[in-house]
């Protein structure tokens, strides 16, 4: 299967927000509730951010929300911070147990 | 707290094949998740190579991948193995393990990584 859609660059200055959208198609992102967005600092790794489209896991900000309309998936950042500049990375499952990742998207505060 | 820890970096030549380890601990039971595996090429994004189930052996992989890398397991040590064969410059890359927990549709715990270098 192809590798989902996403921006490779966002940026945003401290306190702002921004959103990263990740599209696929019917048979993974619009076609399950099953999307998780992943930050990967240079060098480290993946860290589990949003799950189920929305659902944040324990300890991560709620400047951090997850949302999806059709077979596009996005991830919000809000009052961003140094420390959220990283990669993003969505993934979904895409049926028959398989997983597709996005390309990811570079997000840089300025 | 989970602990997922990988085996170190590996040099390999054209042609061999590398083994990679994935060792958790501390997750409730080998019955509670899956172990995937990742793949990130320099410079380059996130590859979903494929999973395991440490309980039963049941493997899946990803099309790109079937033929040239083996998943295993050995439940007494909740180690995960991944091994690729016939290896080429292409497969120089970081890999990952990450377990996925039983009833959910995301990776949880990370393994470190292990960077294979495949140079002749």
């Known amino acids: 299967q192809s590798a989902l859609t996403q921006p490779p660059s966002a940026s945003g200055s401290p306190g702002q927000s921004v959103t990263i959208s990740c599209t696929g198609t019917s048979r993974d992102v619009g076609g399950y509730n099953y999307v998780s967005w992943y930050r990967q600092h240079p060098g480290k790794a993946p860290k589990l951010m949003i799950y189920?489209?929305?659902k944040r896991p324990s300890g991560v900000p709620d400047r951090f929300s997850g949302s999806k309309s059709g077979n596009t998936a996005s991830l919000t950042v809000s009052g961003l911070q140094t420390e959220d500049e990283a990669d993003y990375y969505c993934?979904?499952?895409?049926?028959?147990?398989?997983?597709?990742f996005g390309g990811g998207t570079r997000l840089t505060v300025v | 707290q989970v602990q997922v820890v990988q085996s170190g970096t590996e040099v390999k030549k054209p042609g061999a094949s590398v083994k990679v380890s994935c060792k958790v601990s501390?997750?409730?039971?080998?019955?509670?998740?899956?172990i995937h595996w990742v793949r990130q090429a320099p410079g380059q994004g996130l590859e979903w190579m494929g999973w395991?189930?440490?309980?039963?052996?049941?493997?899946n992989y990803a099309q790109k991948f079937q033929g040239c890398v083996t998943m295993t397991r050995d439940t007494s040590t909740s180690t995960a193995y991944m091994e690729v064969s016939r290896l080429t410059s292409d497969d120089t890359a970081v890999y990952y393990c990450a377990t996925h927990p039983r009833g959910g549709w995301y990776f949880d715990y990370w393994g470190q990584g292990t960077l294979v270098i495949v140079s002749s």
């Open positions: 189920d489209v929305i």
């Open positions: 993934k979904s499952y895409a049926g028959s147990n398989n997983w597709v």
């Open positions: 501390q997750y409730r039971s080998l019955t509670d998740y899956f």
């Open positions: 395991i189930n440490p309980h039963t052996g049941v493997t």
